[in-house]
Each structure stands twice: as C-alpha cells, then as structure tokens.
C-alpha cells in the first residue's frame, strides 16, 4: 500500500508563509487524485485543495488566492504553499490519496499566531 509522509508544519505569525510537503513511497500520478485538508478540536475535517490525476486544481473559498497546490513527479510528492497565513488557519493538515484506494498521511501541525 502507498504511504503519505507529510512535513513542513510549525508555528508562524500572521501574514507569513509556510510550505507543506506529501511525499509518496512509490509513483502517484497519472492515476491518482491527490488532495490537502484540514481538521481543528471540534470541527470536521474539511477540504482545501485538490489536485486531479487529470492536473486540474480546485480550492476551498477560504483559501482561494492564498494557497497553491503543486506537484513534482520526480519526487512523487505534492505541495501546498501557504501565503498570508491567518490565525484560523491553524489546524492539522492531511494528505489525501484517493483512487483504486483511499490513503492518508499521519498530519502536519499548523499553527498561525496573532
């Protein structure tokens, strides 16, 4: 089975920028969908950006015109570049895998301070 390795999480002041990273143990692309989400205490997990096998982006409203999802296929791994970082930001990002099978990675902590 791929596994997901997310990486890139920290503490960051608001208004600053922050780069997470999904790498995959094995080839993803062409076949796969890939996508970021993000869970706080309390909340449901909810989607920010997605990355179709067919190289399609979409974003969730909250993060439209401030985060960019990527990809390099030579490193079998997927980013989400995050620009003008705000406090209600902060949560646990996942990597999602999804299409023969659904996978995902353990999470990065993301905090935004005031």
């Known amino acids: 089975q791929v596994q997901l390795v997310e990486s890139g999480g920290g503490l960051v002041q608001a208004g600053g920028s922050l780069r997470l990273s999904c790498a995959a143990s094995g080839p993803i692309f062409g076949r796969n969908d890939m996508g970021w989400y993000r869970q706080v205490p309390g909340k449901q997990r909810e989607l920010v950006a997605t990355?179709?096998?067919?190289?399609?982006?979409n974003y969730a409203d909250s993060a439209k015109g401030r985060f960019t999802i990527s990809r390099d296929n030579a490193k079998n791994t997927v980013y989400l570049q995050m620009d003008r970082l705000k406090p209600e930001d902060t949560a646990v990002y996942y990597c999602?895998?999804?299409?023969?099978?659904?996978?995902w990675g353990q999470g990065t902590l993301v905090t935004v301070s005031s």
């Open positions: 990355f179709t096998r067919n190289g399609d982006t």
């Open positions: 999602r895998l999804s299409g023969y099978l659904s996978v």
